[in-house]
């Protein structure tokens, strides 16, 4: 066989003067340093607590982060299912509505009041479970079922689920379920959303996640290459819907209104959306998608009816240009774990260790 | 009886016009292997210019349909020119979703210009006779027999003629067949143009129909031919027609029998139950698996 | 007993007869090769002992585990791996990755401590990742470990698939047309390659091959296919003289 030589792994690009380069440098320090991102994130959950308490900026931001925070939760959920499993879901609303309402009937009619602070998380918790059974409903089908098909079945699912929630009087069927409490705070988004990528980036690169990835690629080889196709099938839909519960917990508690129509398939496309625009199968990209998606929504908010024809034509304008979305398949270091990061390095500089005294 | 008779013609009123726009989906899904989603709202584009047509121009029935039919149908290859031809190369998921974006845009640029739901005015005069105790009206006759006859022309046109042929060659191989002297881009804007063409005239029956029409009403009628049309087997366009009809017959039945909100949950349970047993459609096959 | 029992192996596509009364008895250490004109059903062969498809009739055991039924991944991990025609690896993964995913079945951890990075996680994740850079060095990948599986050149890519199929641990390893796309020099180094991996990863192996060279310079045994029967079963050189052979493929062209 013939056999080539390894590239060379930290060739110097030849660089550029000018002030460009140097912010690019600068960037690439603080990009490399993985110690800033502890910090970061404890600085971030001191704001969050320290932004409400002493109202450091005004209410209606305050909402808006709010918003930012769950539309990442529902973002990098969906991505796991449309970005790294390659399928192409569209009923993630479905999802959230369970989570929702299983959340709202709690607090609303079991829980006393004086408790519902204290038990939120929990609350949250088993929003998010209860919705990761249900997420089975579509991951039985998808064994099966693929692309336009199992879309088909996404979407059947959040009609359903709209369609049984108008039909439960007890759950206020079409009216929907009113005076929720407003339990959802910045401290406790700002957690929830943490705790969402984390997970679901450990997830992406684990065994499993691997798994999920090489069913994007070739569902037939990965099968033949001993990968439990359904096992990896059935956890990217119970992880996915999970986070999507979670997601319609916080958001019920933040609207404190939630009815059927709040759920429709408008909602799962903004979800679509926001994933396209951030990049398949890349964890900042989802990050970066909702946050420019929903923010950009506030900003243009004063150009009335016209935002809504602007907001189309920036995603069709991305997609002409970075058919792959902002983030497509690429992630930013930092949201890499740092073993993955560093396999090969480590594993070299072992051999290297192992052979250097075999040699001599 | 009488009362059964009477929904299945109201079936099969809806049931055509979901059956025409699902043909949009699916002859653009058998030769793109792309699902358009902005197809459901050139639907709405080609109800509004129904709506132009008859309250400005004043035009009578005929050259309405025609009018509508024509400018969706420069719509949409216009569409596909500018936003989906670039990304043939590109995953196929970028052009779904690019075709979603087009689909809003649609739906938005509208609202501007219609912000409240308009009213079309009935371009055919309502006759109603009684057969049976059965009523049937002018209006559902012609959309019924018209929505028959675009259908048996479309089914005519690619079978039978080489234009047709192309669209089917081009659905098997898209690679090889231009190869052969087929004009790729000319057979794909024909095939753009012939399937919304008969979106806009599902469009413009269905705003005769239920003559209140507003910007977002492309989205679940557009839904609800998509699903036709993988009922029916994506890509197959008998498939589509028969999809189209089982949908309209199962949604007015459900409301005929059954309390009117279960509509949604048990038409869609059906679907699933379909899927199950048939997982590529009624008439789809699955492509073979090469190993 | 035989590592690999084929009895009566019949496969129907509709009304299509792709494989009729396949027979076959493998025992380990051998290399076997399976020729035929193309149609003949050697890639279906390959797709009924690996669970893609699902024979009509008749049985496959290895090591007497029966196999028809089972999916392709169960079947993989009772030792049997297998390369593609045309090469089908996790294109847009690393080449380590491409490899690791092979070790699925292999690692040690719940999806729980993948999630919350507890327990077993780091330990596996570092063992599996230290066992395919190990393999990828033995083939000489290892500098490419990082790379996109899409980048690498063609031969590369071709190495890289049987790497992957080994790392599934394999007994039994099948080569779906290896020598496809190389030129003689390259294939004179690939007779090579193949005796090599036998020995150093104790496998046995079924070839599919259109390149004669290839199958009569390395094979023990050679079973000739066409329109889905065994025509002709034997040594090479019984094989290279067999009236029925030269028939079959004189009839498709001859390619020796």
Known sequence: MPTQKPPQSNAQTPRQEGKWERWRQRWDRIASNRRILPVLLAAGFVLSILIPRFNLVNPYIQLILMYVGINIILCTSLNLINGYMGEFSVGHAGFMAVGAYVSAVLTTMFIPTALNPWLFPLIVVVAGLATGLVGLVVAIPSFKTRGAYLAIVTLAFNMIVKSVIENIEAIGGPRGIPGIEKLTTLPWTFFWTVLAIWVIRNFVYSNFGRGVLSIREDEIASDLMSVNTRQAKLLAFTISSFFAGIAGALFAHLLQFISPRVFDIIKSTDVLIMVYLGGIGSITGSILGATIFTVLLEVLRPLGVWRMVLMPLVLVLLMLFRP???MGLREFRWLIPHYQLLAAHLWRKKKEATDAPAAS | MTYFLQQLLNAMQLGSIYALIALGYTMVYGILTMINFAHGDLFMVGAFLCFIAATFLKLPFVPTLLLSMAGVALLGVAIERVAYKPLRQAPRVSAVITALGVGLFLENFTLVFSPYPQHVPALIANRTWT???????????????????LMIILDLVVRRTMVGMAMRAISWDKSIVPLMGVPLDLIISIT???GTSLGAAAGTMYSLAFPVIDPYMGILVGWKAFISAVVGGIGNIRGAMIGGFI??????????FMPSTYRDFVAFGLLLILLIFRPYGILGKPRPQKV | MPLLQA???????????????????????ELIGIIGPNGAGKTTIFNLITGVYRATRGSISMNGVELVGKTPNQITQLGIARTFQNIRLFKELSVL???????YSRLNYTPLEAMLHVGRYRSEEKRVAEKALDLLSVFRLDGWAEERAANLPYGSQRRLEIVRALATGPQLLLLDEPAAGMNPNEIMQLMDFIHWIRDQFKLTIILIEHQMRLVMGICERIKVLDFGATIAEGLPEEIRNNPKVLEA????????
């Open chain 3, 7 to 29: 009895k009566q192996v019949t496969h129907y596509f509709g009304g299509l007869c792709a494989v009729s009364d396949f027979n076959l008895d493998l025992a380990a250490g």
């Open chain 1, 324 to 326: 792959r979305g902002i």
């Open chain 2, 192 to 194: 753009f143009a012939i």
């Open chain 2, 131 to 149: 057969i049976g105790g059965v009523s049937i009206s002018s209006l559902q006759i012609i959309i019924i027999l018209l929505s028959i006859a």
């Open chain 3, 249 to 256: 493929y004189l009839g498709e062209g001859g390619e020796e």
């Open chain 3, 97 to 103: 990755d491409n490899v690791r995913i092979a070790n």
């Open chain 2, 247 to 256: 949908l309209g017959g199962v949604e007015i039945m459900v409301a005929a």
